[in-house]
């Protein structure tokens, strides 16, 4: 039988990718969106759902469930970027992010739980980021609330191990999709003390983004792990680069590794 899944902001970007990929390959698929009547060309069905929202998420996985009568894999893709120095950044916006990047696949995951634990079986795939991995100057936010995800991914793993429930997390490097439009940005201040580096380094992400890998490097990688036997607890995709910064920074002293960071970004 088909394997149903659910991925969470599938109506664009790696979402849609991975979606579209896992369809051509014989999945039963559901995408989500906060606005599902803005995708009626997509080619699997787009839900309504919004990770902040533990009503939209009810609903939409028990209309899955009862059309399907099972839910194997979810893939929690949706999130939101956010730059700005921290100082200047309200406390408000930085709530939003962690309510959407964090709070938000937890949410998802709780949701999903019973059934699969009804199952004996399922498989979550959390969508990180490489830069969860370091705390990155003007995303320090969006580098946290992906840390986050990744740690407590590595703590839900060890508390599901008994319903045979597997979880992971792939991290994504920069990728060529609409992520830098979709970012909130806090904005450039003419009498702001941050106003030259966070301007240029703004420009450098965007380029960065603009630059990014083929989205279906991303719809391969989990196809891939979807198809393992037992997932590994992370996973990172992206430039070689972008990957080996992660290994830098295990073997690097800190204050090394954080003037390659002040390098790389011309601070």
């Not at 995408?31 to 759902?49: Q, V």
């Not at 990770?51 to 939409?60: E, F, G, H, L, S």
């Not at 990180?128 to 705390?135: L, P, Q, R």
């Not at 380094?201 to 391969?220: R, W, Y």
Request: aromatic share 8%.
């Amino acid at each position: 039988m088909s394997k149903v899944v659910l991925i969470t902001g599938g109506s664009s970007g790696i979402g849609k990718s991975i979606g579209e990929f896992l369809k051509a390959n014989g999945f039963i698929v559901y995408g989500t969106s906060r606005s599902p009547e803005n995708y009626k060309d997509s080619i699997f069905p787009i839900l309504a759902l919004d990770v902040k929202d533990t009503d939209t998420i009810a609903n939409t996985v028990a209309t899955i469930i009862e059309k399907e009568g099972k839910l194997d894999v979810v893939v929690n893709n949706a999130g939101a970027g956010i730059t700005g120095p921290i100082e200047e950044i309200p406390n408000a916006e930085i709530k939003n992010n962690f309510d959407t990047n964090f709070f938000g696949p937890i949410n998802v995951i709780k949701a999903v739980l019973p059934q699969m634990r009804k199952q004996n079986s399922g498989l979550i795939i959390n969508v990180t980021s490489i830069a969860g991995y370091m705390g990155l100057p003007y995303r320090g936010v969006y580098s946290a609330s992906k840390g986050a995800l990744e740690l407590i991914t590595e703590a839900f793993r060890m508390e599901l191990k008994d319903f045979n429930i597997k979880m992971t997390n792939v991290a994504p490097g920069d990728f060529a999709t609409n992520i830098a439009a979709g970012r909130y940005h806090a904005p450039l201040l003419d009498n702001s003390p941050y106003k030259k580096p966070y301007g240029e380094t703004l420009s450098l992400m965007n380029s960065h983004v603009d630059d990014g890998s083929d989205p279906n490097e991303m719809a391969k990688a989990v196809f891939s792990i979807i198809n393992s036997k037992n997932p590994k607890i992370h996973y990172k995709v992206g430039a070689f680069m972008q990957k080996f910064s992660i290994v830098l920074k295990r073997i690097l002293p800190d204050t090394v590794y954080e003037k390659m960071l002040m390098n790389h970004y011309k601070l």
